[in-house]
Structures are given as C-alpha cells and as structure tokens.
C-alpha cells in the first residue's frame, strides 16, 4: 500500500502550522516555540510536516516528478516525528507515516542520496552502520567478563548497538553499561562480534528491505538464544525492536527496555544503589525514538466510514507520542544525590530533535550540527552544567557541536551520571 | 510560466539564494498552483526590493503568514514571511506590542502574560500571526478588528515604505491616527477585497490588562492537557436559554456590567470540539451537550482582579444569568472540564479542533454588526445547513451557529459554518452554494451587507463605495501587482 494508504490523512491537512510549532498551550514565549528543525532551518513550507503532506497528496494525484529540491527536501528530515505530536493535540491524521512512506518510495523509486547509499553499502557487507569502521564489533568487550549470550543462557541480552561498539568514543557507554549491571548483579550477555545492526536507521533512511533483513537476522539470534528480554543503550536501538520490529509483526513475545527503564527498575527493586553524590545541575534531552516514537505500536485495521467526517470503523488508535519513555530517565537521575535537574521548554513528547536522525547526520552534518546547537542553546538557558541523554547518537551530535562551538557545557548519556553515583 | 533567468536572479540578489525558489515540487505545499516564484524576504527593505522589482517586471505579488487561507491564482510571486519573526517591542507603559508578520500569537501572548498584559487573538487560532485583522474569542474585553491596529509599518504595492500614525513623526508606535498620516480607512479596510494590498512589515497591536496566571498550570499529555487547579479569581461556565431572546438579552445584561473576561457565544457542536481529543469522542460529547443544553447558549469566563472583585463579578453573573432563565452547563462545571476549556478559549489553542478536524475543511460566512439581527439572519442560515446535513454532505452541529458580545456587547459578531471533507467535490460544492445564497440573503433581506456578498448588489445601496475602493486600488496599485493582498493569517 505504502504511500497511497495515506492519501486521506495528507488530504487533511489544512497548512494550520501547527506541525511548525510546540503544542501550543505549552508555548512559554518568543523563544523555544519551534519544534521542527527542518522547517527551522530551511523556511520554505515544503520543509515542514504539513508542507510534506500537501506534496505528497499532489503527487499521489498529478504523479511523481523528481527534481533536486525534491530530494533536498525529503533528505533535510530527522524523521523526528514532532511534527506529529503538534498535529495531532488537535487533528485525527496520521503525519510521520507519510512522510515516512515517501522516503521509502524515494529509495524504492532509486532517488537515493549518496552519502545514505555509502552507508547502506556498509550495513550490507559489514552488518554496521558505522561507515569505515574498523576492528571486531565485540572488541570493546576484551577483558570485561561478560558472557556470550548466544553460547550461554542469560536473563537480559544487552543489545550495544553499532556507534557504541565502534566508536572509540562511544565505548566508554559500552562500559559503565556492563559495570552497572554487573554491580546489580544482573545475569547478562552480549552477542559480542556476532551482534549486527539492529537496522533501526536504515529504516529512518527509507532502505526498509536491508531493515527487514536485520530485523529478520537479529530475531533468529535472539530465538536461537532463547532471550526473553534485551535490554538497548540507544534510542534507535529501542525504537527499532520495541516499535519497529512489532509494526512488522517480527518481535513476538521478546521484552525490550531501554537501559535507562531498566536502571530504574533496579533501583526501584533495591538492587542498585546510587549513593556517591554527582554534585550537578544538568538538563534532560528526551531522544526522539525513545521519546515519542518510542511509543508502542498499535495495531489496526479498519476502514473509513463514508461520508464527511474523516472517521473509522472500528475507531482508529492514533499514536500521539505521549506513551514514549519519559519518566523512567527523570526517576533515575531524581535518584543520584546531589544531582539536580533542571527542565528545558521542549520536554518530552515535543522535544526539539538532536540532529542526527533520519540519516541527516551522514547525508548533512552541517545541518545535524545546527540543529544540536539550537539544543544546545536551549541546554545552556536552563542555567544547566551538563546535557544529559539516552542516546549514544545524540551525544556524538552534541559533544562534536559543542566542540565547535567553544560552549563549556558538558555532555553525558545518562549511563554515564549513573556510573559515577554507583 | 517561469521567471527568466535574468529576473530571478534579481530577485535572488535581494534575499539570496536561499530564499527563493522556483522548482515546480515545492509549490503543492503552498497551495496546489505553480506559482512564479516564492520568496522569503528577512526585513522590510527586502520586501521593499522585492515589490519594486514586481512593479518593474509587472508580477503580481501576495504574501503570507503561517499560510492556511488561499486561494492562490497561477504565475504569481509568493511573498512568504516566514523570516520576519521577531518581536521588536513590549511597550507595558503605552500598551502595545509591535511585531513582525511571522510572529505567531501564542508566542506574542505568552511573552505578555509575564508581565500582565494580554491582546486580542483572532478566532483563526493562536497558531497564526498576532498581526492578523479580525476577531475571537477575546473581544468582549480586547475588541476586535481594527480598533487593534496601531501603528503600522508598510509597503506599498509600489515598494514605498509608509509609516502611519504616531510613527509617521516620531519613533513611536502608540497612536495609528496621529500626529503622522492615518490611514486607517485604507490599512484596516472592512470593504472588498477586504485585505490591504501591499505588505504590512511591522504593526503595533494594542495590548490589554490580564487578570489571570503568568503561565497557566498545565498538566497531563496531549491532546490532553488539563489544568492542575483552576487559577485563583477565575471560573468557566456554559449558560443555555430557553429561547434566542433570553440568550440575548443576558449577553446585553452581562455586557452593560462590564463582568467577564469572555464571552462566547458557542453552540454546543463548538463546545464539544473544545473539550474532546478525537473525532469519536467529539461526536459522543455533542450529542451528550445537545441533549443537556435547554437552548441557544453562550461560554463565560470570569477573571477577578482580587477575591473580592471575583466574588462581585461572580454575583452579578449569577444574578443576570437567573433573570434570563439561563441554565448552567453540568458537563462543563467538571473543574478538569472546566480548566481544559477556560486555557483553550484564553490561550485560543482548539480552532483547528473546532474547524479542520472532523472532516478536514470548512467554509465560513463571519459577520460583525448588530448581534440581535444577525442572530435573526443566522438562525436562517443554520435552518439552511440541515439539507445539507441530512445528505450526510458536511458535519453535523445541529445547524448552529455562534457568535459574541465585542467590546462589552457594544458591537457584536456571529459566524456560521460548514465543515465538510476537502475530498468531496459535492459537499464542496454544495457549501459553497450555500455561503453565497446566505450572503446574499442577508442584503436581500436587509441584514447586512456582507463582505462576502454580491458587490455589484451591495455597491449601489452603499454610495457605490465599491467602485470608490476600486478606484483607490488604481491608485495605490497603479501597475495592479496587488490585487489581494495582506493576507496575513
């Protein structure tokens, strides 16, 4: 079906803006009212979820023609899904699935970006969506004591994901990762060199067959292991096998938390115990896929019911970004002493994106780079010393901006503040 | 037809690459019409380059603001103001606000709710520009239309840049009719077009005592979001009436008293939008509000200065409401119902939900006069919406209509719609035949003379201003680069 099954909830759209905008209840002022950097960045409507929908509404009607802006505008994306969120306080349609379903068909149809297409090529003959990586996978893992999930039987699989395991910078998540769980006594095991991609941003990218392959990949290891629940250090990671793999009816009956759900829950049961004090004023940037489209997917078939309201039989469920993960993250860092956080305005279900989704990190860093100093600066009006996230992707597009930009302002995944409390 | 290479690249040398484009992909998300060019002027002088050169090259011009009203015709440039975004002043002694077209009203107004002050939103939404000409939900305490215009900043449809009232002698924005030139008959214009041509770069709106909370307390996730307490000196409700007159003649009562912060007169399909999160539930709600409600009815909302200023506001309410036989809303007196409705009718945050989300789209015949009578012509108007509603063509209200006291009940505005889906050619049709039957029944039948009428009917019963306005326009627009302009919403 793709695009088309959409055609009535892209017709819907009336070009209001809200998509342009945090809800609007929750605007507090000039500043930090916006909620979509594409539209942010690059002004012209098109750039904007309502803007996206009228095109493929025309273009449904009067027939594709691809031009270069075409796919600047399709690749100027996050996929961040705020657009939606906005939308969606106040109309019944569905937004990121469109938008999304036109990316796949701009792939399908061979209207790739390159830079898109150079990381695929990577993820097809190296199972990673770290272009130009080098070393084993699990190499990170030397000497750590960590068991192999696929040789021996563990209670929580700790899926590492791709930037994690591969960049040397990212490491250190790997790593306060595995010495939290192992101080809370968790039995636990990677797959080590033997993990592959969860395939999460391929599908951002609009490759969804090389996702399915992953999906397909990964669930065969995690049945052949007998994994009951695996536990994921990266947003993408999460959306992927909570939302995603579900969406393709691939997941069955596998638990998927995101570590910091999982950190909550241990200490919640007593069996962590931040007690060192982590003396600091951060600030909580909510990831876009473990946020709002971290929410679970629900499954539906229905049909509209004739006549004018834009209703279904049965009643259609729409995702509204509001069922994400968004307090487990806050619980853990209420629980670190001396720890104290401080809000930014776009919290939440309509937080502001930190650049990298949707493959804009690799088809347009500069752009990634803008939008996580438009973050930034958001971090920085909190009075806040450090951004704290849950996300490896998200502190790379942080951490690389701000060392740009000169800001002092420090960057941890929330991981990172646990380890040091423990 | 596209512009020659030469004359895009002048336009190109005045706000830079880019900022302006011409690839037929991106018009659909303007408006399904392949526009000359669109173009994103920064400041004034870039909009003052970019209409010269449409004078020069003889292209007509209209802007935008946010961009849900259009109607766009083919081969035009499409000024797009998105860039012109700031907020340039909050003068809290003279009590105004001077902004950009882009400067969205939530924003202006939760920047004034800091400091006390508030402004009059349009119905549109707090979505479009705090610019915008009209009314809403506001207007018995912030009137409405051009009485919230001061100074104005604009450009011609020639590129000469006027600065009116008090601005055009002095640096300040307070007055829009002196010492400078006013130009208030032809800026704020009422008759056809109904909009201003040229571009309005800066205005100064006039701002307005806010009783209420700095920020309101809100709670919950969307499309939920709840008030965790009602703000102290503060209260919502929803009074029906037996009949018409008695809703009326309370709204005079309440006026005259000069008590509430708002008064609305919403029909209970308006209500039910308001306070409801889906399509299903909004139909569930409106046929649950129609059966409680013993009439036509209106929402108040009362704002104290202090306890004891609420505590008289409250009285006298209940005292006018009691002797027009008026009924309180239960549904609404739920204080979770109460808080969602009291933040959505101040911070104007569901028009979309009241207008676009049932089926999509609607067609509107809004009208600013004499409350009593064009409640009468309403009524008739709604009669005329059950046909279409019996075919199953637009969404069904009961047939009703709305409407509010302006400036106390001194002036007063009704409106009636039809909402319906966009991807129905029939039900658009029908609508359509519908507002113009309805607007010109309200001349015939000596209501009103509605903007949206038969001009060439009207014209002559009003001293012909039409041909007078056309004349103007030849003036202000001599190469006719503007034709319909200001369309700021």
């Known amino acids: 079906m793709g695009l088309e099954q959409y055609q009535g909830d892209m017709e819907m759209c009336c070009r209001c803006s809200a998509c ?68 969606n306080y106040a109309m019944d349609m569905e937004v990121l699935q469109p938008i999304t379903e036109f990316r796949i068909k701009c792939v399908d149809d061979g209207k790739t970006h390159p830079a898109l297409d150079k ?304 | 037809m596209a512009l020659k290479k030469g004359v895009y690249q002048e336009f190109e040398s005045v706000v830079g690459e880019e900022n302006i484009c011409d690839d037929p992909a991106i018009m659909p998300s303007y408006f399904n019409t392949k526009f000359a060019a669109i173009i994103l002027p920064g400041n004034t002088a870039e909009v003052q380059a970019v209409i010269k050169l449409c004078n020069k090259h003889k292209l007509v011009f209209r802007p935008i603001c946010t961009g849900w009203t259009g109607g766009f015709p083919p081969d035009i440039i499409l000024l797009d103001l998105r860039r012109m975004n700031r907020i340039i002043e909050i003068n809290e002694k003279n009590m105004y606000a001077v902004v950009e077209p882009y400067v969205i009203s939530s924003q202006l107004q939760a920047e004034l709710f800091k400091r006390g002050l508030n402004f009059c939103i349009k119905g549109a939404g707090t979505n479009c520009t705090a610019m915008l000409r009209g009314h809403g939900h506001m207007d018995q305490t912030t009137s409405g239309d051009d009485r919230n215009h001061l100074a104005i900043e ?104 000069e008590i509430c912060y708002e008064l609305m007169g919403f029909n209970a399909a308006m209500v039910a939008a308001n306070i409801t999160t889906s399509n299903e539930e909004d139909e569930a709600m409106f046929n649950r509000l129609n059966k409680e409600v013993q009439g036509p009815g209106f929402f108040v909302i009362i704002a104290g200065n202090s306890p004891a200023d609420f505590a ?16 309180s809303l239960k549904t609404l007196e739920d204080p979770e119902l109460e808080g969602i409705i009291m933040c959505q009718c101040t911070r104007i945050s569901a028009s979309i939900r009241e207008t676009f989300r049932p089926g999509g789209a609607f067609n509107s015949i809004p009208i600013m006069g004499q409350r009593d009578l064009t409640i009468k012509w309403a009524i008739g108007a709604g009669e005329a919406k059950k046909p279409l509603i019996e075919k199953g063509l637009i969404v069904d209200d009961g047939g009703a209509f709305f409407g509010w006291g302006v400036e106390q009940g001194h002036l007063g505005k009704t409106e009636i719609f039809c909402k319906y889906s966009p991807s129905n050619p029939e039900a658009k049709e029908a609508v359509e035949t519908w507002q113009r039957e309805q607007s010109r029944r309200a001349f015939t039948e000596r209501y009103f003379a509605s903007t949206m009428g038969p001009q060439d009917d009207i014209g002559p019963s009003l001293c012909n201003y039409h041909l007078w306005w056309s004349k103007l326009l030849k003036a202000i627009d001599p190469n006719g680069v503007s034709p319909e302009a200001g369309s700021l919403v």
Not at chain 1, 366 to 393: K, M, N, Q, Y
């Open chain 2, 312 to 327: 008289y506001k409250k009285k006298v309410l209940e005292k006018i409401v009691e002797e027009a036989e008026g009924k």
């Open chain 1, 20 to 87: 342009k905008f945090i809800p609007m209840q929750k605007v507090k002022g000039h500043q930090y009212a916006y909620v979509c950097p594409s539209i942010s960045r690059y002004n012209f409507h098109a750039y904007s979820g309502g803007g996206r929908l009228n095109i493929g509404a025309a273009m449904l009607k009067d027939g594709f023609k691809y031009t270069d802006k075409l796919l600047d505008i399709v690749y100027n994306c996050q996929l961040c899904g705020a657009c939606g969120v906005s939308c």
């Open chain 2, 154 to 257: 604009w450009v011609t449809p020639e590129g000469n840049i006027v600065r009116t009232g008090a601005l055009g002698s002095t640096d300040e924005w307070f007055c829009g009719d002196g010492p400078g030139p006013s130009l208030r008959s032809i800026l704020t214009s009422a008759v056809p077009p109904g909009v201003t041509p040229g571009v309005f770069t800066k205005a100064a709106v006039k701002l307005y005592h806010w009783p209420g909370p700095s920020e309101f307390p809100i709670a919950g996730r969307s499309p939920k979001y709840v008030l965790s307490e009602i703000p102290p000196n503060m209260m919502a409700r929803y009074y029906s009436f037996p009949s018409v007159e008695k809703m009326w003649q309370a709204e005079i009562g309440l006026g005259e008293a």
């Open chain 1, 119 to 422: 990381v695929i090529a990577n993820l097809r003959k190296q199972g990673s969506m770290i272009s130009g990586a080098k070393g084993k996978r699990g190499a990170w893992a030397t000497g750590l004591n960590i068991k192999d999930a696929a040789k021996e039987k563990v209670d929580v699989l700790y899926h590492v994901g791709c930037l994690t395991s591969f960049d040397k910078n990212m490491q250190k998540l790997a790593k306060a990762t595995v010495k939290i769980l192992q101080k809370a006594g968790v039995n636990f095991g990677i797959f080590g060199n033997a993990e592959t991609c969860c395939g999460g941003r391929a599908y951002q990218m609009g490759y969804t067959k090389d996702f399915l392959n992953q999906a397909k990949k990964n669930m065969a290891m995690i049945k052949k292991a007998g994994v009951k629940t695996l536990v994921t250090g990266c947003a993408d990671g999460y959306q992927a096998f909570k939302v995603l793999y579900d969406k393709y009816e691939l997941k069955g009956d596998l638990k998927v938390l995101h570590i910091s759900e999982y950190i909550a829950k241990l200490i919640q049961d007593g069996r962590l115990k931040p007690r060192k004090k982590v003396v600091m004023t951060v600030t909580y940037h909510d990831p876009c896929r473990l946020g709002r489209l971290g929410e679970p997917w629900v499954h539906w078939k229905g049909k509209k019911i004739p006549g004018d309201r834009f209703v279904f039989d049965p009643p259609k469920p729409y995702r509204r970004g509001t069922n994400g993960v968004y307090d487990p993250p806050r619980d853990v860092l209420k629980a670190i002493p001396g720890l104290k956080l401080t809000e930014m305005t776009r919290i939440k279900e309509y937080s502001w994106c930190c650049g990298a989704g949707g493959g804009v990190s690799e088809s347009n860093p500069a752009f990634a780079r803008w939008t996580a100093r438009e973050r930034i600066d958001e971090a920085i009006s909190t009075g806040a010393e450090a951004l704290v996230t849950a996300c490896p992707w998200c502190e790379k597009t942080f951490t690389e901006t701000i060392k740009d930009s000169g800001s002092n302002l420090k960057v941890y995944d929330i991981v990172e503040i646990v380890e040091k409390a423990v």
